[in-house]
């Protein structure tokens, strides 16, 4: 028997943990009775379209017919099997892909659960690797300040000491090292000084093994959009200075900023690449870490001779099927355009609300419109709003923005921006 939904919600309430939730002060929740294309359906009847992605994941639309009937044809082959000792063709097929598809380079892929697990192994790639190297005081990370890569031990060190939501932590969290976070803007000029910081740490301090950062966007630590110049020298500075460079792409990957992967607006390619969320258009839970022959070959040549990680549901078969599923639809469905749709629509119908008073800054790339205001807000008080206007946006702070589903249409789009500035509007 289908629960109502009510029954639902407090059964929610009662026992379910949500993302940064209090079982005390419990934040709006709505429950989901289906999807569809670009509209979520609420138990309550009420549909909203989706600005979100279910957090930049869903590429193609909720319940796509050709990736259900993928998903379908996978579970009557293999669901899951174990990855040690065991391969089959979606994994394979999946890295083979993901080889040719990412920078120059990359050549070796790993695959695990989520985006931090991704994080994970790619920092233990790289301690791995200076260790085969003979050069074991290469353990720190280098880091940039307002940078996010996930909720994982490992991935917290990396993250903004303060404004990473994971300062709670700090007494138990490896000491990692942080630089400024660019200021040149993507549109702008590039300002050399952006540098000094990075340059600093780099010369100061021999035993960083790896600079991580999110390429050319700064997700959640403040949706920043930065000059693909600073990348570019970063690079260089990396190899100047035998420091790894790793690039977080799990949001930015599959062309959500205009270029396949964002490490394409600078042409380099990094030592390490970590891709998740929408790997699989949003129906399963995957990610991959890739590297190039320098970094494997250097661990395989090492001490342990192997790389030391092996998750359970490694290579899952259902979700590499989904991955191949979404990667052939992104690249028939001529990404590049839908994309630039995207952008032309957020940039025109978020262009408004550069007048309302509580706005500070509204900007777009690729797929991503930000609308920045001046005072942080509870989402208790924006998420409601949102809701009523029919459109599902999820506010963080300051800022209210969106990154829709590619296949979002002009009109869905207009009725999304229409429905944030009407929200925005009520704000002083
Ligand atoms: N890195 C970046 C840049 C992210 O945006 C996120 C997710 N918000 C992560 C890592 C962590 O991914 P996951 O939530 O799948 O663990």
Request: glycine fraction near 8%; hydrophobic fraction near 40%.
């Amino acid at each position: 028997m289908a629960l109502s939904n009510d029954e639902i919600l407090a059964g929610d309430r009662a026992h379910v943990w949500h993302p940064y939730s209090s079982f005390l002060t419990p934040s709006p929740t709505y429950a989901v009775r289906k999807a569809q294309g670009v509209t979520i359906t609420l138990a309550d009847g009420r549909e909203l379209i989706d600005g979100m992605s279910s957090w930049w994941s869903v590429l193609h639309g909720y319940n796509h017919p050709i990736m259900n009937a993928a998903l379908v044809a996978q579970s009557e082959q293999v669901s899951h099997v174990m990855f040690g000792g065991l391969t089959h063709e979606p994994a394979v097929t999946l890295c083979q892909k993901l080889v040719e598809l990412t920078p120059q380079g990359l050549n070796k892929v790993f695959l695990s659960d989520s985006g931090s697990v991704s994080v994970e192994v790619a920092m233990k790639m790289a301690l791995q690797y200076w260790h085969s190297q003979g050069r074991p005081e290469k353990h720190q990370f280098l880091a940039l300040k307002k940078g996010y890569h996930g909720d994982t031990f490992g991935a917290m060190s990396v993250c903004d000491p303060v404004t990473g939501m994971h300062h709670l932590f700090s007494d138990n969290l490896m000491r990692q090292r942080f630089a400024e976070p660019p200021s040149s803007d993507f549109y702008g000029e590039f300002n050399p000084a952006d540098l000094d910081s990075v340059k600093e740490q780099l010369a100061a301090h021999d035993q960083i093994a790896a600079l991580i950062l999110e390429p050319i966007v700064q997700g959640t630590g403040g949706m920043r959009f930065y000059s693909p110049e600073y990348l570019r020298q970063v690079r260089t500075l990396c190899d100047q200075h035998e420091v790894l460079l790793i690039a977080d792409e799990i949001a930015t990957g599959f062309g959500r900023t205009g270029k396949l992967f964002a490490c394409e607006h600078a042409g380099i390619s990094p030592d390490i690449m970590c891709l998740g969320k929408t790997l699989t258009g949003g129906y399963m839970t995957l990610a991959a870490t890739l590297c190039n022959d320098k970094i494997s070959d250097g661990i395989c040549r090492g001490e342990a001779g192997v790389f030391m990680h092996g998750p359970t549901f490694m290579g899952n078969p259902l979700a590499c099927a989904m991955a191949n599923t979404s990667i052939e639809l992104l690249l028939q469905n001529n990404w590049q355009q839908q994309v630039a749709n995207l952008e032309s629509g957020l940039r025109q119908g978020l262009a408004p609300c550069r007048e309302l008073p509580a706005v500070a800054d509204v900007r777009v790339l690729g797929g991503i419109g930000v609308v920045q205001l001046h005072q942080a807000q509870t989402l208790d008080t924006l998420q409601p709003l949102f809701v009523d206007e029919g459109i599902w946006v999820r506010p963080f702070g300051k800022l209210v923005y969106v990154m829709p589903p590619y296949v979002m249409s002009a009109d869905e789009l207009s009725r999304l921006t229409q429905g944030i500035y009407k929200v925005v509007a009520q704000l002083s």
